[in-house]
């Protein structure tokens, strides 16, 4: 159906299908196809071509990596209020991809992003208030964010509010009994530092009794 849709020309086909070619379901893995046709759908002005385009640019995928490009139509597919595009954008102005390094602007897209329940935004945007970068430092502000990230299964926000929950703040007292929830969801889904900071509070006796061969 996507390839019929694509060749008569749909955007959302093109894209479809090129998503199918990217991550090879259905078809061989191939990035060269994969954006050939996320060039087509963002000639058309598709947000969602504009975002994968500028992703293959930046991490270069199938092309030479080129942090310009990627800027280029990122911005293209932010602009239409994409979601994915308006994290990735904040992403690569947190970092200094395509951008000079930029905490305003990283924030103006992350909350964006965030205000679509983008959990990679939520959670980024939570490392921005616990670290006070760009914004007053707020562990309270970056346990709400963290919470909702995790609330989607974002194992990066899991491992992030449980540390908040396990070395506590003056805003955010220490909950052993809360980080242990988080790290044993984050674990539970194979996360590494999940399983390694739930070990490590087992073998310190944090919030659990101390029992070292649960934690090996």
């Known amino acids: ?20 070619y990217y991550l090879g379901e259905g078809v061989s893995k191939d990035f060269d196809q994969a954006n050939s046709l996320f060039r087509q759908a963002a ?7 504009e975002h994968n ?6 991490f270069g995928n199938g092309m030479p990596q080129d942090s310009s490009g990627a800027a280029k139509w990122v911005v293209l597919s932010a602009a ?13 102005y947190d970092e200094g991809f395509g951008f000079e390094r930029d905490d305003a602007l990283a924030l103006k897209w992350y909350r964006a992003a965030a205000a679509q329940d983008d959990s990679l935004a ?7 208030y616990d670290a006070g970068r760009g914004v007053p430092r707020s562990v309270a502000q ?15 926000a899991m491992n992030n509010l449980a540390q908040t929950y396990q070395s506590g703040d003056q805003e955010q ?23 390694n900071s739930l070990g490590l509070m087992y073998e310190e006796g944090l919030g659990v009794t101390k029992d070292v061969q649960h934690a090996i």
């Open 80 to 92: 239409q209020g994409y979601g994915p595009a308006e994290f990735r954008l904040g992403w690569m």
């Open 122 to 128: 939520e959670n980024n945007l939570g490392l921005m």
């Open 43 to 49: 000639a058309q002005g598709n947000a969602k071509g």
């Open 1 to 20: 159906l996507y390839r019929a849709s694509a060749a008569q020309g749909n955007a959302d086909g093109e894209n479809a299908l090129g998503v199918s």
């Open 173 to 195: 007292p220490e909950d052993y009994g809360q980080a242990l929830f988080w790290y044993g969801k984050s674990a539970a889904l194979g996360n590494a530092q999940g399983q």
């Open 53 to 58: 385009l500028g992703d293959s640019y930046l």
């Open 142 to 156: 970056a346990v709400v964010l963290y919470r909702r990230a995790a609330q989607q299964g974002n194992v990066d």
